[in-house]
Structure formats: C-alpha cells, structure tokens
C-alpha cells in the first residue's frame, strides 16, 4: 500500500467568537500557516483539496462550492465530505494511494458561534417522523447515552466530573484552547442539571476556528518535511441512526470499537494501551471520553473511569489523553473537530507541543465522534517511526 | 406486469384521503438563523455601497484591481494590498431574461421580465465586477458590451446591502 504521511498543519486562531474574519479570511489563516509548515509550498502544486463541512452549519447549500479560493484551490480538484474531517482525511488519504496524486489537502472550519439555532439544527438531524414531534430538545440523547453508560458499567457523575477538571487543567497550558479553567469534582457537580445525568459542565463550548493539514505520498514527504507523521491506521464506522433499536449503541460506543478495529488491524496494533503512546478523544460531552476509551480497548468496559482518578490518564500517567485540552477545554469545532485533534497528536509527535509536550512519544491515536444524534466515529494511528 | 404491480398488498391513495386526514402526514418547517461574520473585505464593501460607491482591492502581484474587494489573492494566494475605488459604471458580460419568478411564478402578462446581469465594473480588472441586474431598459435592447451605470438608493434609503444599487441601467459617456 502506498504509505501516506501529515507533513503540514496549520491552525487559525480559535475563540468563542471571531466576528473580526469571515470564514474565507480565517481559513486562508489556516491554509498560509499549513503551507509554510510544509516548507513554505505553493498551493499551486498540490494535487487536490478536500473540505469537511456540513451545509446546515454554515447556512448555504453545496457549501463545498464555497472552498476553493481560501485554500488555494481555484481550478483544481476539490471535494467535500459532509462529515467529520477525519472522514475527509480518510478521503484524501485514498486520494494519494491511487498513485495519482502526491500532495492532498483536508480542512475543515467552524464558524459555530453564527449559527442562532443550533438545537434547531440537531434536531433537524433527527428523524422528522418518529423523533421529531416529540419536540424535545435534541441534547436529550447525550443524557440518554450517558444515563445507559453509567447504568452498564458503574461509572460514577464524579467520573466524568473528573474529565472535565483534567481536560479544562490541560487546556491551560495550550495558547489555542478558548475554555481553559481551574476547576474540580464538586464544582462540575454542583452546575445546573440540564439532561440529567448530564450537567452543564459536562457539555463542551463551542468554539470558531479553521484547521488546514496537508497529506504527502512517500516520495513526497521525505523531499518536503523534515520530521513527516505517518498514518498508521485509519477507520471509521456509523451504528443505525435509529434512536429506537440501537441496541447496544446507547451504552456502548460500538461505532468506535469498529472503527479503532480497522484502523489498529490496519497499523499492526494488537495491544494499543502498550503501543500508543498518548491520544486525543472525543469528549464532546465529558462521559464520552470514557466511553471511547473503554470502546477504543485503551482499557476494559468500567475501567475507564477508576483509571483516570488514579491518574493513568493524566501527563504523569501510563496513557495520557486529551493533553490539548479535548474539546472541553480548546472548544468544539464542529466537523473540524478531528482535525484539530490530529493536528495535536502531529504536534505531539514532532516534539512541537510547548508546554504540553510529552516525552518521547512514538505513536498517538485521534479519535473524532460526530456529535448528537449521530453514531459515526473516525480512529487515526498516527507515528513519527518509519 | 400492470400498474397493479405497484399497488399490490396495498391501497391506492386518493385526494380525499389526504384532505380528510385520512392517512398520516407530518409538517415541518425549518427555523434556522444565522449571523454571518462578513469579515474585513466584505464589511468594508458593504459600507461603502451604503456611501454610494463601489471599493475593490488591489493585487500587487497580478496586478488585477479586485471586485467585490477580498483580503486575500485567490491566484498568487497572498495578502491582497490597497483598497481603490472603482466607478459606478461598467460593461455588461452577459444576461438573461427571465420570465419566471423567484417562487416557480410565471410572470403576468405585461409584467417586465427579470433581468439579471454579470456587470464588469470600469476601474476593475476584465471579468471582475458586481452580479446585479438591469432596469430602465427595453429587454429587446439588451446587448453583451453595452454600457451600464449603477442607479442607486436614495442615501437615507441605503442599508449596506447590495441592493443599496436598485439596477444599472443604459449610460452614454458624454
Ligand atoms: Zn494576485
């Protein structure tokens, strides 16, 4: 197979709002810093563009039609993928192993903070026949998954209390993160009950940002960067969208269990607690982290939680996750969301991570979930080995 | 094989069926909002229309004068450099008649026709200008290459819109 590598990654500014760009200006942002990471390319030798977006977000139809200019891409191949932006890696990582092209760009934006309706949003993502009328706001599911989780594996609210100090903690030590704090157990437990068991703490910010990354074939990388990131491994997964009979899918993440399945199968990895050294996961809402670790096989159903209040999970621990800050603390893109997180481990794994950097990492894991109400998950293995 | 084959096992639908509530229908209607951030260019575009004239932005590399302006080249994708203003009037690129409204309406008889137009904006560079639409015209007298001007708002009536221009109409330089 064609091996295919991450050798630029560019990153806009991030904030709760960004009233001062368009999502032109804040994405040619992104696309300039990832292009000068690459050594400073000419977007007008890049083969192809591919763009993550979802047209109820940004309130425009065939909103790919809308890519090509911030990017660099004017009369050159360009798609989009409406899903999360490791689908659209995914995508221009076929892109390279057709042998056709060498150079690939994925990207994807958030401009969350115009969007009025949000709710309204979700809920037209839910079906308009058996879901819909019951007019319930639509975050009613994320308390639903989380009331199952904790039900089936004993997990306690403190638990996920506990993700989000830790995340919030780490995002202070990252200069992107918008929602970095200082926070504890009791003071996630004590904000207002919303879909219980799910509180507000427990629920990530959205955030605006853009996040351009560039992919190389074999020959390419090693002429262009100086330290390319491989992937490893890569796989994604849907469950049914039926809220009625998802069967084990309120519980458990079995999208991801599929989608880390491929990808692992696909990197030679059989024991990824001991082969992966560190990784970013979804944790859109604080018990998801947990629940995609367990279903990712960093460790057994149950475990997760135990696990991280002792520590295994921090920078100090066996496994460190999310030291970005997760999507708690840097705030939710969106479908840039996995972006975001694999532009981390990138960082991570050229020793480019600043204050968070951890020491001597191999091999790191992204992990992207597409957000209520849908059952779709994207694993990235990503190394700085040959 | 018959039209029977596509009712088998079920029951035909009828008008009334529908009107009586007879079978199960759901209605939706979609409420989405949103505040688009114009960004630098576009802001600044959308104010100067609402002064009466048309801004663009330069491209020291290409050289073109860019209309509607942008902060970025598309083509050398650098940093745009100076804002210019450019005239009120321009060329015709191309156009259409349109005999059908926005809502699939077919116009009524003795109704002018819509006349949308790509107009290239003198000052700007060839092929670069406003998407708009024409008035004070004969559609008969319609030409590619025809010479138009921006006929604008009354300034208290203007918002910041690109309908703070009503249409180009027919201009002869004098
Ligand atoms: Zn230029």
């Known amino acids: 197979m064609n091996r295919v590598a991450i050798v630029g990654v560019g990153c806009s500014r991030l904030g709760s709002t960004s009233r001062d760009v368009s999502y032109r200006e804040m994405i040619f942002e992104a696309a300039v810093k990832c292009y000068e990471d690459a050594g400073g390319i000419h977007p007008q030798d890049i083969d192809a563009f591919v763009a993550s977006s979802e047209d109820f977000m940004e309130g425009i139809s065939i909103a790919d039609e809308y890519v090509p200019d911030q990017l660099g891409a004017v009369l050159k191949p360009v798609q989009s993928i409406t899903g999360d932006s490791l689908q659209g890696l995914a995508s221009a990582m076929m892109h390279i192993q057709t042998g056709q092209m060498d150079l690939v760009v994925a990207s994807s934006f958030s401009k969350a903070s115009n969007v009025q309706h949000y709710e309204n949003v979700v809920s037209y993502a839910c079906d308009p026949v058996t879901v819909r009328p019951l007019g319930e706001n639509p975050y009613f599911i994320a308390g639903l998954e989380m009331q199952r989780y904790l039900y089936e594996t004993g997990t306690s609210e403190a638990h996920c209390a506990q993700v989000v100090a830790e995340n919030k903690y780490n995002a202070l030590f990252n200069p992107l993160a918008v929602y970095g704090a200082k926070t504890d157990i009791e003071q996630v437990l004590a904000s207002p009950q919303l879909f219980s068991p799910l509180k507000y703490q427990d629920i990530a910010h959205h955030a605006d940002g853009a996040v351009v990354v560039l992919l190389a074939s074999e020959r390419k990388a090693r002429e262009l960067a100086k330290k390319p990131v491989w992937i490893k491994g890569i796989g994604w997964a849907t469950d049914t969208p039926n809220l009625d009979s998802r069967q084990d899918g309120w519980g458990d993440a079995v999208y991801a269990r599929l989608a880390a399945r491929q990808a692992y199968k696909m990197a030679g990895i059989t024991s990824p607690r001991h082969e992966i050294c560190f990784a970013e996961i979804d944790d859109t809402f604080s018990y998801k982290q947990l629940q995609h670790l367990e279903a990712l096989n960093i460790c057994a159903r149950g475990e997760a939680g135990k696990l991280l209040c002792q520590g295994e999970f921090s920078r100090q621990g066996g496994f460190p996750v999310n030291m970005s800050g997760g999507s708690l603390g840097v705030g939710y893109l969106h479908e840039a969301n996995g972006l975001y997180k694999l532009a981390e481990v990138v960082w991570q794994l050229r020793g480019e991570a600043g204050r968070r950097q951890l020491d001597g990492v191999k091999t790191g894991l992204a992990f992207a979930w597409r957000g209520i109400p849908t059952a779709t998950g994207v694993a990235v293995i990503l190394s700085n080995l040959e | ?174």
Not at chain 2, 28 to 54: H, P, Q, T
Not at chain 2, 120 to 149: N, T
């Open chain 2, 1 to 174: 094989m018959s039209n029977r084959q596509y009712i088998q096992g079920g029951i035909g639908l009828s008008e009334d069926d529908i009107q009586q509530g007879k079978v199960f229908f759901a209605e939706d209607s979609l409420n989405c909002r949103y505040a688009w951030d114009m960004g630098v260019a576009i802001e600044r575009y959308l104010r100067e229309l609402k002064n009466g004239r048309i801004i663009a932005k330069s491209c020291n590399e290409c050289r073109r004068i860019m209309v509607p302006p942008r902060m970025f080249c598309e083509l050398c994708f650098r940093p745009s450099d100076d804002w210019v203003f450019v005239q009120d009037t321009g060329v015709v690129n191309t156009f259409s008649i349109c005999y059908v409204n926005w809502d699939a309406s077919r116009i009524k008889p003795g109704e002018t026709p819509h006349l949308p137009a790509v107009i290239e904006i003198d000052g700007a560079s060839k092929g670069m200008g406003i998407m708009h639409r024409l008035g004070e015209v004969d559609p008969k007298d319609i030409k590619i290459g025809m010479r138009v001007k921006a006929v604008w708002k009354p300034a208290e009536e203007r918002t910041g819109a690109i309908t703070d221009i009503k249409y180009f109409k027919p201009y002869q330089e004098v």
